[in-house]
Nanobody
Framework: QVQLVESGGGLAQAGGSLRLSCAAS????????MGWYRQAPGKQRELVAT???????NYADTVKGRFTISRGNAKNTVYLQMNSLKPEDTAVYYC????????WGQGTQVTVSS
C-alpha cells in the first residue's frame, strides 16, 4: 500500500509564500493523478490543484494565478508552490494520489495571518 508523506506547511503572512511537498513511498509507474485538496474548519474538503502523470493540470478558481502544481523528476513527488497567500487559504492541505483507488496523505497545516 503506497503511502504519501507531506511537508512544508506552516505559518505565513498574507502576501507571502509557502511550498508544499508530497512524496509517495514507492515509484508509481501506472497512469495516475496527484494533487492537493484542503479543508478549512467547518468546511468540506475541496480541490486545490491536480496534475496527471502526463502533466495536465487543473486548479480551483480560487487559487488560479497564485498557486502552481508540479511534479518531481522521479514522478512520485508533487509540489504546490503557493504565492500571494490570503487568510482564506488557511486550512489543512492533503496530498492526493489516484491510480485506481485514492490514497490520502496525513495532512499539513497552512495558516495565513492577516
Amino acid at each position: 500500500q503506497v503511502q504519501l508523506v507531506e511537508s512544508g506547511g506552516g505559518l505565513a503572512q498574507a502576501g507571502g509564500s509557502l511550498r508544499l511537498s508530497c512524496a509517495a513511498s514507492e515509484s508509481i509507474f501506472s497512469s495516475n493523478t496527484m494533487g492537493w485538496y484542503r479543508q478549512a474548519p467547518g468546511k468540506q474538503r475541496e480541490l486545490v490543484a491536480t496534475i496527471t502523470s502526463g502533466g495536465s493540470t487543473n486548479y480551483a478558481d480560487t487559487v488560479k494565478g497564485r498557486f502552481t502544481i508540479s511534479r518531481g523528476n522521479a514522478k512520485n513527488t508533487v509540489y504546490l508552490q503557493m504565492n500571494s497567500l490570503k487568510p482564506e487559504d488557511t486550512a489543512v492541505y492533503y496530498c492526493y494520489l489516484r491510480i485506481i483507488h485514492v490514497t490520502w496523505g496525513q495532512g499539513t497545516q497552512v495558516t495565513v495571518s492577516s
